[in-house]
């Protein structure tokens, strides 16, 4: 089957991209930079752009359209203007793709578009939408657009909703990466309370969900997670441990962000039982390899501490 | 004070921009094709290209934009992929306007966002949103992202929900016009039962509102109606009478549309009262006005019944 993946190069998306192209597909893949990926076609351009988005489609063809761009600086990404530029970009691109006869597309959501004031775990069925950033008001903004739209015009039309995640070029400020970069730095890593519980997922998991949702005959939204609550204590120890136990985490060294919610899980029956995705490995093991991708990464970049 | 106005050529926006004229500001209008509009400054260009938009805003250096664009088809606007050019582009236009360091924002949206199925009279404080259309959907999407926007960087933002329209330029199959052009025509006026209520405001009347609503300071959503419930027989009743009685009102001719809400009507007093808008005719002299419009129109085409 042809499919478009658009961020194919990107952090979720990389991993998307490799999993259609090991289960045979033609992939195509846009990028803003000439790359290569493996497998994968690169078509190189700007999705602001409305000529990138008609040539991708045009030289794509695809049968499915998998949208994970949607980048925005880190740390600034919760109330950046680019996120409306994400937005327009993405209805201009869905517009495109139905007047092409794209079949089925299937774009990123984010689990910030739930109401987590309840802190009951997050159903795509029963759970109500309240974001209250505007990256997660673009993003369900968008869905609701393409939504409609999917509904009037025939195509298939998923959405699915990513949680938290770890793994291989995470951006070293985040939770995982800095835990690992500063105990491997030989710096005490230091932590909130850490008393809140998190859905963690490793992104290639994350990636080879998007990739079955892809795949699928599944519509609407679909929470893309491990489904395991964990403490962000405990994620820490694990990490810790799976770093044979060097260094110290220092709980309660960084304040708990005002209102921030105490509990995010995903209930996961839909892309278990209806998309029929399964991670192989544990986030015990995923943490373990990623570990080891942080060691290899900082080695081969020189900066390891002697 | 400078302001920019989309739409400025349209149904409602040539009202508008007549307003903020009258009223000694600097306006300026875009417009997809060359056009004079007496005491505006035309930009010509198409809204959809990022282009245009930039061109526009720097052009008119607006304090305050009033962005009235979104033009669909008659009869196909409910569903039309054309929502979704229109949404992508008043999202771009109000990423790029904050840009320019605009003070102001006003976007025009529709009676079609409330939930209409309760029939109580629409609140923008009170009334749930639950839009059920493309076009609605659209529009309410694009509202939340523009005022999630403008909450998090510092401008003003209103959002005019307009109800049912009439008057000059109104398409021809649109119910008053085609009404006042059936009777005008020595036809029946074929009409549906007619026992639904509506909102319905004369569209310089609303071009006004939308020209104060601009013009003051007042942020978040504000219904652009006329606040009193007509039903439609009454309404057709009124053209009828203005028209000297002439011609045949023939009820019950058309079907109700299947799940037609019974009852659209506003609630005015942020209009009113924070606002300060009160129009200055009454629905029955603005019905007169039309008709006279409607003659006027046909006897210059040459198409009036001898």
Chains 1, 2 share one sequence.
């Not at 680019?82 to 201009?92: F, P």
């Not at 008393?195 to 490793?202: A, G, I, K, L």
């Not at 799976?242 to 209102?259: H, S, T, Y």
């Amino acid at each position: 089957m042809r499919l478009l993946v658009t961020g194919g190069t990107g952090f979720v998306g990389r991993w998307a991209a490799a999993a259609l192209v090991a289960a045979g597909h033609e992939v195509f893949v846009t990028s803003r930079s000439s790359v290569t990926i493996p497998g994968c076609q690169v078509i190189v351009g700007n999705l602001f752009e409305k000529e990138t988005i008609d040539t991708a489609l045009d030289i794509a063809k695809p049968e499915v359209l998998l949208h994970l761009a949607w980048n925005v600086e880190h740390g600034k990404f919760w109330h950046a203007a680019e996120n409306l530029d994400w937005a327009a970009a993405t209805i201009r691109l869905v517009a495109s793709a139905q007047k092409m006869g794209v079949r089925r597309m299937v774009c990123a959501g984010t689990c910030m578009e739930y109401d987590l004031s309840s802190n009951l775990v997050c159903s795509e069925a029963t759970t109500a939408i309240n974001p209250n950033t505007l990256y997660a008001v673009s993003k369900d903004a968008t869905r609701r657009i393409a939504d409609e739209f999917a509904s009037v015009s025939g195509f298939e039309f998923a959405w699915g909703r990513l949680f938290f995640l770890f793994g291989p070029n995470e951006h070293p400020n985040r939770l995982v990466s800095s835990i690992i970069t500063s105990l491997l730095a030989g710096r005490p890593a230091l932590m909130s309370s850490g008393q809140q519980v998190r859905d963690f997922t490793d992104v290639r998991d994350a990636g080879e969900a998007f990739a079955a949702l892809a795949l699928s005959n599944v519509r609407g939204e679909v929470n893309i997670a491990s489904g395991q609550a964990l403490q962000l204590r405990e994620l820490a120890h694990e990490i810790h441990a799976a770093m044979g136990g060097i260094g110290e985490l220092r709980f309660g060294a960084l304040p708990d962000r005002p209102n921030e919610p105490a509990r995010i899980v995903a209930d996961i029956i839909r892309l278990r039982d209806e998309v029929g995705f399964r991670p192989i490995k544990s986030i015990r093991e995923r943490l373990s390899e990623t570990v080891e991708w942080w060691r290899n990464r900082l080695a081969s970049e020189s900066v390891m501490p002697s």
